[in-house]
């Protein structure tokens, strides 16, 4: 198999999206374009990873410590053109690869297929490979100049003759280098150009000159969206969550209206989970086989057990970890929370840093008061309990097996198993109170008409 070291280029400034963070940094999916470029790049296969980042760029860099450890970082001080971004890397370069592609860190949507094939031409002798596409606009890309095929030339928009200009495919910015002259090809580019910069696509008519070849690879324009502005981010967004939506209904899952079903880059979902209209998933969640997530549901670092059902209405935030066959039901806020199998929490309740046993039903409007303005306390909860409605435990405090709770208690000590606890105010009748109360107030008051 021959060896791949990727090169991304993170150094962009981004002006254009109008943020205090560097643009490889925005998310589409819930998920860093710049990871979604280092994690294509691994699946692809590569055993070398270098990542180009700009000067002051310390927060890029830890987004690639924490994406891809195995990568090194270089920095390029100077903004002086795609060659010069790529030599900073120049180490890498160096170390002796078979293949070396270069991607962009603002360019999310590449899937490792596309760089398998966009370096499948460097197998069959060429020195470089282009990927190409067909832009609605193809004003400010590098035109391709092709005769039968093969690549003569990239021409830049600055110095594309009227006739160049109407080409329509592009170079999409990806390209791939046979590595055992990358570094020599890259090393004759100049900066003799309209904007003065040292222009990666002149590597082709370098290679070409020395007698070796250059091959386009064509993709479709979803593939290799580039993002620039918001309105790019939220362009790459959508067509992100097609594909996950895809992967869903192609992994057994059904959707019953996938578009307006929001998933991120990692969630995992099971065969025969059936996910209503209008729920979004946030990083960190597991849904498995057989779970139902209904309509307006909002789930984030959650795990849904096996045939469990959550929402309508539900939300479940990081650290809700549901257990087979349980019922998470409207209006309900599950945090930081442990709950078998087969324990119901149905109506309007929250239950945060708590743990509850096997099939204990929690009632409607129970809350647990974890947080007392300073500290967070846990609540521990029994199997084969019962909550009354309305309760609430005041953390820290435990309810134990088997146990019931009354209607509308505030329990602060610990309950025994199989006690009943009851914590509120008795009730007092007062026969006939109410006609001698009527009968004061209305004193004097002429009589209702
Ligand atoms: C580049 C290509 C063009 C292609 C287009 C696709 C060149 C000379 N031109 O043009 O053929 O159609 O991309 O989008 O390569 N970068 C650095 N350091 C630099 C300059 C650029 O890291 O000194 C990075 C940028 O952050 C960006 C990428 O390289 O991620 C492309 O640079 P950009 O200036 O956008 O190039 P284009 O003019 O768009
Ligand atoms: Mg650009």
């Not at 139902?292 to 670092?301: L, Q």
Request: charged residues 20%; neutral net charge; proline residues 4%.
């Amino acid at each position: 198999m021959r060896s791949l070291l990727v090169i991304v280029l993170a150094a962009g400034e981004g002006t254009r999206m109008r943020s205090t963070k560097p643009k490889v940094l925005h998310a589409v999916a819930n998920r860093p374009m710049l990871a979604h470029v280092l994690d294509a790049a691994l699946h692809a296969g590569a055993s070398r990873l270098a990542v180009v980042i700009g000067p002051d760029h310390d927060a890029v860099a830890a987004q690639v410590r924490q994406a891809a450890p195995q990568a090194a970082t270089f920095v390029q001080a100077e903004r002086r053109g795609t060659a010069h971004a790529v030599l900073a890397a120049r180490q890498a370069l160096a170390e002796g690869v078979d293949d070396v592609v270069v991607m962009y860190g603002d360019t999310p949507l590449v899937r490792p297929e596309t760089i398998a094939a966009l370096r499948a031409p460097l197998a069959e002798g060429a020195a470089v490979a282009v990927l190409g596409f067909r832009p609605a606009d193809p004003f400010g890309y590098g035109r391709l100049v092709t005769d039968k095929g093969e690549l003569l030339a990239i021409r830049e928009e600055k110095e594309a003759s009227e006739a160049e200009r109407q080409i329509t495919l592009c170079n999409a910015g990806l390209m791939a280098f046979d590595g055992r002259v990358v570094l020599d090809l890259l090393d004759r580019v100049s900066d003799a150009n309209a904007k003065k910069e040292f222009y990666l696509t002149d590597a082709v008519e370098i290679a070409r000159a020395l007698g070796r070849s250059a091959a386009v690879v064509e993709v479709a324009v979803e593939e290799v969206a580039g993002v620039n502005s918001r309105a790019q981010l939220a362009e790459a967004e959508s067509i992100l969550q097609v594909r996950l939506r895809a992967r869903a209904l192609e992994g057994g899952a059904t959707l019953v209206a996938p578009e307006t079903v929001f998933l991120s880059a990692d969630t995992v979902i099971g065969r025969d989970v059936v996910i209503e209209p209008n729920v979004v998933f946030g990083p960190g969640v597991t849904v498995e086989d057989g779970a139902t997530i209904r309509a307006f549901s909002h789930v984030e670092g959650a795990h849904v057990g096996a045939g469990a059902i959550v929402g309508p209405f539900a939300r479940l935030r990081p650290g809700a970890v549901l257990g087979q066959g349980v019922h998470v039901g409207n209006f309900v806020e599950i945090k930081a929370a442990d709950l078998a199998p087969g324990v119901k929490v149905n109506h309007l309740s929250y239950v945060g840093d708590a743990s509850v046993g096997a099939n204990t039903n929690v009632g409607a409007g129970t809350i647990t008061c974890n947080y007392d303005g300073f500290r967070k306390h846990r609540t521990t909860i029994g199997a084969n309990a019962f909550i009354g409605t309305n309760t609430l435990l005041v953390a820290p405090v435990s309810v134990g097996d088997g146990a019931y709770v009354g209607t509308g208690s505030v329990i602060t000590e610990n309950v025994p198993e199989d006690a009943l606890a009851i914590g509120r105010a008795r009730q007092v009748n007062k026969p006939g109170w109410a006609v001698r109360l009527r009968e004061r107030l209305s004193a004097g008051l002429a009589p209702k008409k």
